[in-house]
Protein backbone atom coordinates (compact mmCIF):
# COMPACT_ATOMS: atom_id res chain seq x y z
CA UNK A 1 0.00 0.00 0.00
CA UNK A 2 1.48 3.35 -1.12
CA UNK A 3 0.34 4.93 2.04
CA UNK A 4 2.25 2.91 4.07
CA UNK A 5 5.64 4.27 2.87
CA UNK A 6 7.48 7.23 4.98
CA UNK A 7 7.49 10.27 2.57
CA UNK A 8 10.15 12.30 4.62
CA UNK A 9 13.46 10.17 5.13
CA UNK A 10 15.81 13.18 6.38
CA UNK A 11 14.04 13.53 9.56
CA UNK A 12 14.74 9.29 10.79
CA UNK A 13 14.00 9.06 14.11
CA UNK A 14 10.07 9.21 13.94
CA UNK A 15 10.10 6.32 11.40
CA UNK A 16 7.76 3.16 12.02
CA UNK A 17 7.53 -0.07 10.57
CA UNK A 18 4.60 -0.93 8.61
CA UNK A 19 2.41 -2.47 11.06
CA UNK A 20 -1.03 -4.12 9.97
CA UNK A 21 -3.27 -4.46 13.25
CA UNK A 22 -6.31 -6.50 13.26
CA UNK A 23 -9.68 -4.95 12.73
CA UNK A 24 -11.34 -5.19 16.10
CA UNK A 25 -8.25 -3.50 17.85
CA UNK A 26 -8.08 -0.55 14.90
CA UNK A 27 -12.37 -0.03 16.20
CA UNK A 28 -11.40 -0.43 20.31
CA UNK A 29 -8.92 2.08 19.64
CA UNK A 30 -11.33 4.83 17.27
CA UNK A 31 -14.05 4.25 20.11
CA UNK A 32 -11.67 5.11 22.80
CA UNK A 33 -10.93 8.09 20.93
CA UNK A 34 -14.68 9.02 19.95
CA UNK A 35 -15.91 8.83 23.58
CA UNK A 36 -12.92 10.65 24.96
CA UNK A 37 -12.47 13.46 22.52
CA UNK A 38 -14.03 16.43 24.45
CA UNK A 39 -12.75 20.01 22.98
CA UNK A 40 -12.77 20.07 19.38
CA UNK A 41 -10.32 19.11 16.81
CA UNK A 42 -6.77 20.01 18.89
CA UNK A 43 -7.78 17.56 21.64
CA UNK A 44 -8.37 14.87 18.98
CA UNK A 45 -5.72 15.27 17.36
CA UNK A 46 -3.88 14.70 20.14
CA UNK A 47 -5.76 11.98 21.18
CA UNK A 48 -5.14 10.21 17.96
CA UNK A 49 -1.16 11.28 18.40
CA UNK A 50 -1.03 9.25 21.61
CA UNK A 51 -2.97 6.17 20.48
CA UNK A 52 -1.60 5.79 17.24
CA UNK A 53 2.07 7.18 17.35
CA UNK A 54 3.35 7.01 21.16
CA UNK A 55 1.17 4.14 22.21
CA UNK A 56 1.07 1.84 19.72
CA UNK A 57 3.44 2.76 16.75
CA UNK A 58 0.74 2.46 13.80
CA UNK A 59 1.32 5.67 12.61
CA UNK A 60 4.65 7.96 12.19
CA UNK A 61 4.61 11.78 13.54
CA UNK A 62 5.78 12.49 9.58
CA UNK A 63 2.45 10.72 8.46
CA UNK A 64 0.20 12.26 10.76
CA UNK A 65 1.18 15.69 9.66
CA UNK A 66 1.56 14.26 6.06
CA UNK A 67 -1.79 13.35 6.82
CA UNK A 68 -3.10 16.66 7.87
CA UNK A 69 -2.38 18.20 5.65
CA UNK A 70 -3.87 16.77 3.10
CA UNK A 71 -7.03 16.96 4.92
CA UNK A 72 -6.96 20.73 4.79
CA UNK A 73 -7.04 20.09 1.33
CA UNK A 74 -10.43 18.71 1.42
CA UNK A 75 -13.99 20.22 1.56
CA UNK A 76 -16.11 19.38 4.86
CA UNK A 77 -14.74 18.05 8.64
CA UNK A 78 -11.03 17.76 9.06
CA UNK A 79 -10.74 15.22 11.69
CA UNK A 80 -13.06 13.00 9.39
CA UNK A 81 -10.52 13.40 6.56
CA UNK A 82 -7.91 11.95 9.05
CA UNK A 83 -9.71 9.37 10.09
CA UNK A 84 -10.68 8.15 6.71
CA UNK A 85 -6.71 7.85 5.68
CA UNK A 86 -5.71 6.91 9.06
CA UNK A 87 -8.57 3.73 8.86
CA UNK A 88 -7.41 3.06 5.16
CA UNK A 89 -3.49 2.99 6.21
CA UNK A 90 -4.34 0.38 8.97
CA UNK A 91 -7.28 -1.34 7.50
CA UNK A 92 -8.06 -0.73 3.79
CA UNK A 93 -11.59 -0.30 3.26
CA UNK A 94 -12.75 -2.39 6.11
CA UNK A 95 -10.40 -0.39 8.46
CA UNK A 96 -12.13 3.28 7.11
CA UNK A 97 -15.73 2.05 7.91
CA UNK A 98 -14.73 0.71 11.72
CA UNK A 99 -12.87 3.96 12.27
CA UNK A 100 -15.77 6.18 10.86
CA UNK A 101 -17.72 4.22 13.05
CA UNK A 102 -15.73 4.00 16.34
CA UNK A 103 -14.64 7.68 15.69
CA UNK A 104 -18.20 9.30 15.34
CA UNK A 105 -21.04 7.09 16.47
CA UNK A 106 -20.07 7.63 19.96
CA UNK A 107 -19.39 11.02 19.89
CA UNK A 108 -23.14 12.25 17.40
CA UNK A 109 -24.72 9.36 19.68
CA UNK A 110 -23.53 11.86 22.81
CA UNK A 111 -23.73 14.93 20.88
CA UNK A 112 -27.47 14.29 20.18
CA UNK A 113 -28.36 13.12 23.60
CA UNK A 114 -26.85 16.72 24.55
CA UNK A 115 -29.50 18.16 22.02
CA UNK A 116 -31.99 16.59 23.78
CA UNK A 117 -31.42 17.47 27.18
CA UNK A 118 -29.39 20.86 26.59
CA UNK A 119 -32.40 23.65 26.61
CA UNK A 120 -32.81 22.33 30.49
CA UNK A 121 -29.12 22.61 31.56
CA UNK A 122 -27.88 25.57 29.06
CA UNK A 123 -28.91 28.33 31.38
CA UNK A 124 -27.02 26.84 34.92
CA UNK A 125 -24.19 28.86 36.10
CA UNK A 126 -22.12 26.26 36.92
CA UNK A 127 -22.36 24.81 33.43
CA UNK A 128 -21.64 28.26 32.00
CA UNK A 129 -18.56 28.64 34.54
CA UNK A 130 -17.17 25.22 33.10
CA UNK A 131 -17.41 26.17 29.62
CA UNK A 132 -15.79 29.08 30.52
CA UNK A 133 -12.64 26.83 31.63
CA UNK A 134 -12.93 24.61 28.71
CA UNK A 135 -12.43 27.91 26.28
CA UNK A 136 -8.77 28.39 26.69
CA UNK A 137 -8.06 25.11 27.68
CA UNK A 138 -8.93 24.62 24.13
CA UNK A 139 -6.13 27.36 23.66
CA UNK A 140 -3.41 25.60 25.63
CA UNK A 141 -4.07 22.13 24.16
CA UNK A 142 -3.94 23.61 20.31
CA UNK A 143 -0.55 24.96 21.28
CA UNK A 144 0.86 21.43 22.52
CA UNK A 145 -0.67 20.00 18.98
CA UNK A 146 1.21 23.37 17.17
CA UNK A 147 4.23 22.08 18.34
CA UNK A 148 4.16 18.51 17.95
CA UNK A 149 3.49 19.28 14.59
CA UNK A 150 6.65 21.68 14.46
CA UNK A 151 8.99 19.48 15.84
CA UNK A 152 10.18 16.67 13.31
CA UNK A 153 9.84 19.88 10.88
CA UNK A 154 12.50 21.71 12.99
CA UNK A 155 14.17 18.34 13.80
CA UNK A 156 14.80 18.44 9.51
CA UNK A 157 15.88 22.18 9.18
CA UNK A 158 18.38 21.99 11.84
CA UNK A 159 19.85 19.23 10.03
CA UNK A 160 19.81 21.27 6.84
CA UNK A 161 21.27 24.02 8.27
CA UNK A 162 20.45 28.05 9.73
CA UNK A 163 18.48 29.30 6.27
CA UNK A 164 15.94 26.55 6.46
CA UNK A 165 15.38 27.03 10.16
CA UNK A 166 14.95 30.91 9.46
CA UNK A 167 12.44 30.15 6.10
CA UNK A 168 10.30 27.86 8.70
CA UNK A 169 10.11 30.64 11.24
CA UNK A 170 9.11 33.00 8.68
CA UNK A 171 6.58 30.65 7.21
CA UNK A 172 5.16 29.99 10.78
CA UNK A 173 5.41 33.30 11.93
CA UNK A 174 4.07 35.59 8.89
CA UNK A 175 1.19 33.07 8.16
CA UNK A 176 0.05 33.94 11.87
CA UNK A 177 0.63 37.63 11.51
CA UNK A 178 -1.08 37.51 8.31
CA UNK A 179 -4.15 36.22 9.36
CA UNK A 180 -4.53 37.60 12.64
CA UNK A 181 -3.57 41.98 11.65
CA UNK A 182 -4.72 41.86 7.90
CA UNK A 183 -7.23 38.82 8.60
CA UNK A 184 -6.10 37.09 5.39
CA UNK A 185 -8.33 34.05 4.26
CA UNK A 186 -6.77 30.63 5.23
CA UNK A 187 -6.41 29.54 1.89
CA UNK A 188 -4.07 32.11 0.91
CA UNK A 189 -2.04 31.32 4.01
CA UNK A 190 -1.26 27.35 2.59
CA UNK A 191 -0.92 29.04 -0.96
CA UNK A 192 1.29 31.04 0.82
CA UNK A 193 3.14 28.38 2.70
CA UNK A 194 3.72 25.94 -0.57
CA UNK A 195 5.10 28.86 -2.64
CA UNK A 196 7.63 29.57 -0.53
CA UNK A 197 8.12 25.78 0.74
CA UNK A 198 8.61 24.86 -2.86
CA UNK A 199 10.84 27.34 -4.01
CA UNK A 200 13.06 27.43 -0.91
CA UNK A 201 12.81 23.22 0.02
CA UNK A 202 12.01 21.62 -3.24
CA UNK A 203 13.53 23.75 -5.98
CA UNK A 204 17.24 22.65 -5.08
CA UNK A 205 18.27 26.21 -4.40
CA UNK A 206 19.21 26.18 -0.63
CA UNK A 207 21.56 22.94 -2.12
CA UNK A 208 22.86 24.16 -4.77
CA UNK A 209 26.66 23.49 -4.86
CA UNK A 210 28.54 26.94 -3.98
CA UNK A 211 31.06 27.95 -6.63
CA UNK A 212 34.46 27.28 -6.17
CA UNK A 213 36.06 30.62 -6.02
CA UNK A 214 40.11 30.20 -6.29
CA UNK B 1 -38.25 20.68 3.41
CA UNK B 2 -38.76 16.80 3.32
CA UNK B 3 -36.03 14.12 4.74
CA UNK B 4 -34.44 14.44 1.28
CA UNK B 5 -33.82 18.20 0.94
CA UNK B 6 -32.61 18.20 4.39
CA UNK B 7 -30.14 16.13 3.77
CA UNK B 8 -29.07 17.80 0.35
CA UNK B 9 -28.71 21.28 2.37
CA UNK B 10 -26.38 19.80 4.90
CA UNK B 11 -24.70 17.77 1.98
CA UNK B 12 -24.08 21.36 0.33
CA UNK B 13 -23.37 23.09 3.48
CA UNK B 14 -20.31 20.54 4.21
CA UNK B 15 -19.39 19.91 0.42
CA UNK B 16 -18.77 23.95 -0.03
CA UNK B 17 -16.93 24.56 3.63
CA UNK B 18 -13.73 23.32 4.91
CA UNK B 19 -13.39 22.97 8.81
CA UNK B 20 -15.85 22.87 11.91
CA UNK B 21 -17.98 25.36 11.76
CA UNK B 22 -17.53 26.61 7.92
CA UNK B 23 -20.99 25.14 6.68
CA UNK B 24 -22.45 28.25 9.18
CA UNK B 25 -22.87 30.24 6.52
CA UNK B 26 -24.92 28.42 3.74
CA UNK B 27 -27.04 26.59 6.34
CA UNK B 28 -28.02 29.60 7.83
CA UNK B 29 -28.62 30.99 4.93
CA UNK B 30 -30.49 27.88 3.96
CA UNK B 31 -32.74 26.97 6.93
CA UNK B 32 -33.53 30.61 8.37
CA UNK B 33 -35.07 31.39 5.09
CA UNK B 34 -37.39 28.29 4.95
CA UNK B 35 -37.86 28.77 8.70
CA UNK B 36 -37.04 25.41 9.17
CA UNK B 37 -34.63 26.54 12.20
CA UNK B 38 -34.06 29.78 14.22
CA UNK B 39 -31.12 31.92 15.50
CA UNK B 40 -31.43 30.85 18.71
CA UNK B 41 -31.37 26.59 17.21
CA UNK B 42 -27.49 27.79 15.62
CA UNK B 43 -26.65 29.61 19.13
CA UNK B 44 -27.49 25.82 20.83
CA UNK B 45 -25.95 23.62 18.34
CA UNK B 46 -22.73 25.45 18.56
CA UNK B 47 -22.62 25.30 21.96
CA UNK B 48 -23.74 21.77 22.55
CA UNK B 49 -21.04 20.87 20.31
CA UNK B 50 -18.08 22.75 22.78
CA UNK B 51 -19.41 20.23 25.68
CA UNK B 52 -20.11 16.90 23.75
CA UNK B 53 -17.05 14.89 22.20
CA UNK B 54 -16.10 15.01 18.84
CA UNK B 55 -14.95 17.05 15.84
CA UNK B 56 -16.53 20.51 16.27
CA UNK B 57 -18.17 19.92 12.82
CA UNK B 58 -20.42 17.42 14.50
CA UNK B 59 -22.79 20.69 15.49
CA UNK B 60 -24.26 19.63 12.81
CA UNK B 61 -25.75 16.54 13.87
CA UNK B 62 -27.04 18.84 16.84
CA UNK B 63 -28.87 21.23 14.34
CA UNK B 64 -30.01 18.36 12.64
CA UNK B 65 -31.85 16.88 15.60
CA UNK B 66 -32.99 20.50 16.79
CA UNK B 67 -34.52 21.45 13.28
CA UNK B 68 -35.95 17.33 12.32
CA UNK B 69 -35.55 15.48 15.13
CA UNK B 70 -33.46 12.48 15.32
CA UNK B 71 -34.21 11.69 11.36
CA UNK B 72 -32.25 15.40 11.00
CA UNK B 73 -29.37 13.92 12.79
CA UNK B 74 -29.17 11.21 10.85
CA UNK B 75 -29.24 12.99 8.23
CA UNK B 76 -26.64 15.69 9.08
CA UNK B 77 -24.56 12.68 9.99
CA UNK B 78 -24.17 10.95 6.88
CA UNK B 79 -24.36 14.13 4.97
CA UNK B 80 -20.99 15.66 6.77
CA UNK B 81 -19.43 12.08 6.46
CA UNK B 82 -19.37 12.13 2.52
CA UNK B 83 -17.40 15.12 1.56
CA UNK B 84 -14.48 14.40 3.15
CA UNK B 85 -14.23 10.89 1.09
CA UNK B 86 -12.57 13.13 -1.59
CA UNK B 87 -9.50 13.23 0.50
CA UNK B 88 -8.97 9.35 -1.12
CA UNK B 89 -8.65 10.13 -4.27
CA UNK B 90 -6.03 13.32 -3.22
CA UNK B 91 -4.15 11.01 -1.08
CA UNK B 92 -3.90 8.75 -4.36
CA UNK B 93 -2.85 11.28 -6.88
CA UNK B 94 -0.63 12.77 -4.09
CA UNK B 95 1.28 9.32 -3.54
CA UNK B 96 1.93 8.88 -7.24
CA UNK B 97 4.03 12.45 -6.76
CA UNK B 98 5.16 12.51 -3.22
CA UNK B 99 8.92 11.82 -3.68
CA UNK B 100 9.44 14.51 -6.34
CA UNK B 101 11.39 17.17 -4.75
CA UNK B 102 8.74 20.12 -5.53
CA UNK B 103 6.25 18.24 -3.83
CA UNK B 104 7.92 17.68 -0.96
CA UNK B 105 8.68 21.41 -0.32
CA UNK B 106 5.39 22.49 -0.56
CA UNK B 107 3.86 19.89 1.33
CA UNK B 108 6.35 21.05 3.95
CA UNK B 109 5.65 24.57 3.32
CA UNK B 110 1.79 24.00 3.74
CA UNK B 111 2.34 21.69 7.39
CA UNK B 112 4.53 25.24 8.47
CA UNK B 113 1.53 26.94 7.39
CA UNK B 114 -0.81 24.47 9.32
CA UNK B 115 1.62 25.39 12.12
CA UNK B 116 1.11 29.16 11.97
CA UNK B 117 -2.26 28.67 12.25
CA UNK B 118 -2.53 26.91 15.16
CA UNK B 119 -1.21 29.60 16.80
CA UNK B 120 -3.93 31.72 15.34
CA UNK B 121 -6.37 29.72 17.66
CA UNK B 122 -4.46 30.26 20.30
CA UNK B 123 -3.67 33.71 19.82
CA UNK B 124 -7.71 34.35 18.97
CA UNK B 125 -8.88 32.31 22.05
CA UNK B 126 -6.62 33.94 24.52
CA UNK B 127 -7.82 37.57 23.52
CA UNK B 128 -10.74 37.09 23.39
CA UNK B 129 -12.37 40.00 25.58
CA UNK B 130 -13.80 37.04 28.61
CA UNK B 131 -10.57 35.43 28.91
CA UNK B 132 -8.59 37.68 31.53
CA UNK B 133 -5.40 35.94 33.70
CA UNK B 134 -8.07 33.27 34.76
CA UNK B 135 -7.92 32.35 30.81
CA UNK B 136 -4.58 32.58 30.39
CA UNK B 137 -3.77 30.78 33.64
CA UNK B 138 -5.99 28.04 32.58
CA UNK B 139 -4.31 27.90 28.84
CA UNK B 140 -0.77 27.62 30.50
CA UNK B 141 -2.15 25.21 33.11
CA UNK B 142 -3.26 22.70 29.99
CA UNK B 143 -0.67 23.32 27.64
CA UNK B 144 1.53 21.77 30.80
CA UNK B 145 -0.13 19.13 31.73
CA UNK B 146 -0.89 17.53 28.34
CA UNK B 147 2.71 18.55 26.88
CA UNK B 148 5.10 18.09 29.28
CA UNK B 149 3.57 16.17 31.89
CA UNK B 150 1.45 13.63 28.84
CA UNK B 151 -1.65 14.16 31.30
CA UNK B 152 -4.70 11.85 29.52
CA UNK B 153 -6.97 15.08 27.57
CA UNK B 154 -10.03 13.89 29.08
CA UNK B 155 -8.40 14.23 32.33
CA UNK B 156 -7.09 17.92 30.94
CA UNK B 157 -10.29 18.98 29.83
CA UNK B 158 -11.66 18.12 33.13
CA UNK B 159 -9.34 19.57 35.44
CA UNK B 160 -10.04 22.67 33.23
CA UNK B 161 -13.90 22.54 33.46
CA UNK B 162 -13.49 22.15 37.31
CA UNK B 163 -11.25 25.53 37.49
CA UNK B 164 -14.09 27.20 35.54
CA UNK B 165 -16.50 26.34 37.87
CA UNK B 166 -14.19 27.52 40.87
CA UNK B 167 -12.29 31.12 39.44
CA UNK B 168 -15.46 32.14 37.27
CA UNK B 169 -18.58 30.63 39.85
Avoid at chain 2, 12 to 19: E, I, P, Q, V
Wanted: charged share 10%; proline share 6%.
Amino acid sequence: MPGNNLTLPETGPAEVQPVQPNLWEILKVWLKIGVQSFGGGSSTNLLIRNEFIYKRGWLSEEEHLRFWVLCQLVPGINLIALTILIGKKLGGAAGIALSLAGMLLPSAGITTLLAVGFSVIQGWSPIQAMLKGLTPATAGISLVVAVQFANPLFRRAKKEGPIPVAISFFIIGGGAFAVTFFKLPVVSIFIGGAIIGGLAFGSGFLNRPKKNIS
Amino acid sequence: MGPLEIFLTFLKASLFSTGGLGSLPSLHQDLTTNNIATDQDFGQAIAISQVSPGPTGLWVVALGYLTYGFLGAVLALVAVTIPPFLVLALSAGYSRIEHRPLVQGIIRGVSLAVVGLLLVVVWSVLSGPAIGWRGVAIALGAFALAYAARVNIVIVLALAALSGFILYS
